[in-house]
């Protein structure tokens, strides 16, 4: 037989010898399967005994089925046993590597990179050993952060909020191979990293979660969104459908972005260090404090719905002061508005850790008045509960999983500033309101927020995808 040139050798059967289905058929009949076989799931035959050979030659068994006969994770990799409901450890109750991966790191992003951050040095802090991939819009190189060692690349190119790099899944990769994680964790659904994190684990037969944080993603224009509603069908899911477990960040998330996954999901919601965000003094005023990016890429958290909010509240509360706290490239355009409002108006750009619990311990009143339900949590207003303040909200996205509209704060309809300024006014107006309300967030967080036990339930949801095993 010839083809492009090249002589192809056909293999032909011998004369006499049966097809291919006679001959399974024949080995069905030879008899049953040696008991050791079946213990471990094999299909092979007893061989049968030579002569001179007492007993028959030992079935010899693959690594991946060893593995699983005792009990270590899944795959030709399966090295590490895992005690079912305990925290994830190697043999011998070593702490496991954790390979994390994310869009940013702090102090850069935003509520996904600080949730990150906040959940790895806890795991650190357990002896676990975590590395952080990520990526900078600032100097890169490798240093330590709360005893994690972060690895910070510059990208080739940012679209919208993501970045993206050519060589960024082969240096992943290299890295997986030369740290030899246990598991993968990738944060999205920014694209780009978390495909990068799931192509890495595949290759390199290691376990992946899923930790995500939005119920929709959201493009900073029309084509954007095209783009990203074409991403979360086509490549978005192929990653959630390798993922051995996924972590919601609400349970928004969960039945809004993971609802064909409900079984492999848990809910690990944002936490709050509440020593460190804590109450001390009272506020100064009609301070209104809104905390997050001045990005055009984020127009969504309604910095926009805001401003027209606040010019209402200031006609009957001219006292009213409002304070941003964020970085972007419209930190310039809002304090150009401060000359409008003869000084109202305080832009304080990126902060300290600090200084954003002294900015949240001087408000008045919280505010995320957000329009899209890209918006999983709302992480600010936890930090400004644990803080004793009040909070309003945008009745959208995951932020109802927190806000208890009247218990810890108030519900605003989404990009309706007359509302907004309407619920403004009743926490600047009512001091017994913001009293109780505020007092009411502390609990709700110190009850439901703690990042220790979030770091538990993390550590469970490794555990279980340590068992599961790899893509």
Not at 84 to 95: D, E, H, V
Not at 145 to 151: I, L, M
Not at 326 to 355: C, I, K, N, P, T
């Amino acid at each position: 037989m010839w083809h492009a040139g090249r002589r192809l050798r056909v293999a032909r059967r011998p004369p006499g010898r049966p097809r291919g289905g006679l001959r399974r058929r024949a080995r069905r009949r030879a008899g049953p399967a040696q008991p050791v076989a079946r213990s471990f799931g094999l299909r092979g035959r007893a061989p049968r005994a030579r002569a001179g050979r007492a007993h028959p030659r030992p079935v010899r068994l693959g690594r991946g089925h060893r593995a699983r006969a005792l009990g270590l994770r899944g795959g030709a990799r399966g090295r590490w046993p895992v005690a079912a409901g305990g925290p994830p450890q190697r043999r011998g109750g070593a702490p496991v590597d954790v390979l994390t991966v994310t869009p940013y790191y702090p102090p850069e992003g935003g509520g996904l990179e600080r949730y990150a951050h906040e959940i790895n040095h806890r795991l650190a802090g357990r002896g676990h050993d975590v590395h952080v991939a990520t990526f900078t819009r600032e100097d890169p190189g490798e240093g330590k952060r709360d005893g994690v060692t972060v690895d910070r690349r510059q990208p080739a190119v940012r679209i919208g909020n993501a970045p993206v790099s050519p060589s960024f899944p082969r240096e992943l990769h290299a890295t997986v191979q030369r740290r030899d994680p246990d598991v993968v964790v990738a944060h999205t659904p920014v694209p780009f990293p978390a495909e990068s994190a799931c192509l890495a684990a595949w290759r390199a037969r290691v376990p992946f979660v899923v930790t995500y944080h939005a119920g929709r993603l959201h493009g900073s224009s029309r084509l954007l969104d095209v783009l990203a509603g074409l991403h979360r069908r086509t490549v978005e899911a192929l990653v959630l459908e390798k993922s051995a477990r996924l972590i919601a960040a609400s349970p928004f998330v969960r039945e809004q972005a993971l609802a064909d996954h409900r079984d492999r999901v848990t809910v690990v919601p944002p936490g709050v260090d509440a020593e460190r965000f804590a109450p001390d003094g009272g506020p100064e005023g009609g301070r209104i404090l809104f905390v997050g990016p001045l990005s055009s890429t984020y127009e969504w958290k309604g910095l926009d719905t805001l401003w027209e909010a606040f010019q209402r509240v200031r006609k009957r509360r001219p006292e009213a002061r409002l304070t941003i706290v964020g970085e972007g490239d419209r930190v310039a355009e809002f304090q150009a508005r401060s000359s409008r409002v003869d000084g109202a108006l305080e832009v304080l750009g990126r902060v300290s850790d600090r200084a954003l619990v002294d900015a949240y311990q001087r408000s008045r009143v919280v505010v995320l008045p957000s329009t899209s339900e890209a918006e999983s949590f709302g992480m600010v207003l936890a930090e400004a509960n644990a803080c004793g303040r009040p909070v309003v909200g945008s009745k959208i996205g995951g932020i109802p999983d927190f806000v208890d509209h009247r218990d810890n704060g108030l519900l605003a309809r989404p990009g309706d500033p007359e509302h907004l300024a309407d619920r403004l006014i009743e926490v600047l107006d009512d001091d017994e309101l913001a009293a109780r309300l505020g007092r009411r967030g502390r609990q709700r967080v110190l009850a439901d927020h703690d990042w220790g036990r979030l770091a538990s339930r993390t550590e469970s949801v490794l555990a279980e995808a340590l068992r599961a095993g790899p893509p």
